[in-house]
């Protein structure tokens, strides 16, 4: 017999929450208040076209300065085509501190119920995520900081899914073992793949109700 469940570790940004209306809107409504006007589906194809290639980049840099870093990189080339040379940091700041403001974001189906009912059944619950710094500031303007025991970050860490070292080293800050507890993330490689190689449990979100997930795993009351 395996196991029991004693902890459960969740995603962020594609499975708790998610970006609204897209990124590139984002860019453009925070830009357009400094007078510039740049179009939102021509920004996000560009985020969309450059992303893999920093993906891949972000996870050399897992440090609070490499993060931001890739992150100012990533908005130069991005709006390059309209602003080359004008892009300072006082504009990239801007946008970079709009992606730690709730009204930015949507909650996922069923996210607070969900928490509420993994918390009730007394499982440990932690945030596992590649995102940096402007995460515990966006929970805490949710107000969802109370459901997490810790929230753990690539950035801070150094290391981030899907290496084995960001599994283990937040079960062992959780004071659980590894197959003792489940990932829920929506990235088949970092999140499903990742937690699986590291021995523990898991689970890939689709975009489904949290609750229905909760309830194919066993994990909804009654």
């Known amino acids: ?29 925070v830009l357009a208040g400094e007078g510039l006007f740049l179009p939102a589906g021509e ?37 390059a085509p309209w602003l080359d040379g004008r892009a300072g940091r006082e504009l990239f700041f801007l946008v970079y501190e709009a992606f730690s403001r709730p009204e930015n974001f949507r909650l996922a189906p069923g996210a607070q119920e969900a928490l509420e009912a993994l918390k009730r059944q007394g499982l440990k619950l932690a945030v596992l995520s590649n995102w940096d710094e402007r995460l515990p500031r966006l929970l805490r303007a949710l107000q969802w900081t109370d459901y997490f025991e810790a929230v753990f970050l690539a950035c801070e860490m150094g290391v981030g899914k899907p290496d084995p070292r960001a599994f283990h080293r937040a079960c062992e800050a959780l004071g659980v073992a590894p197959e003792e507890t489940l990932m829920i993330g929506n990235d088949p490689e970092d999140d499903y793949q ?29």
């Open 1 to 29: 017999m395996g196991m029991s469940l004693r902890a459960v570790l969740l995603d962020a940004e594609g499975t708790l929450l998610y970006i609204y209306p897209s990124v590139g809107e984002i860019y453009a409504r």
């Open 43 to 79: 920004l996000d194809q560009r985020l969309r076209a450059l992303w893999p290639v920093f993906r891949k980049a972000f996870r050399d840099h897992f440090s609070p300065e490499g993060c931001r870093k890739k992150w100012e990189e990533l908005f130069r080339q991005v709006v």
């Open 194 to 222: 990742g937690a699986l190689a590291a021995g523990l449990r898991a689970r890939l979100y689709r975009g489904e109700d949290l609750r229905d997930l909760l309830r194919e795993e066993g994990l909804w009351p009654g």
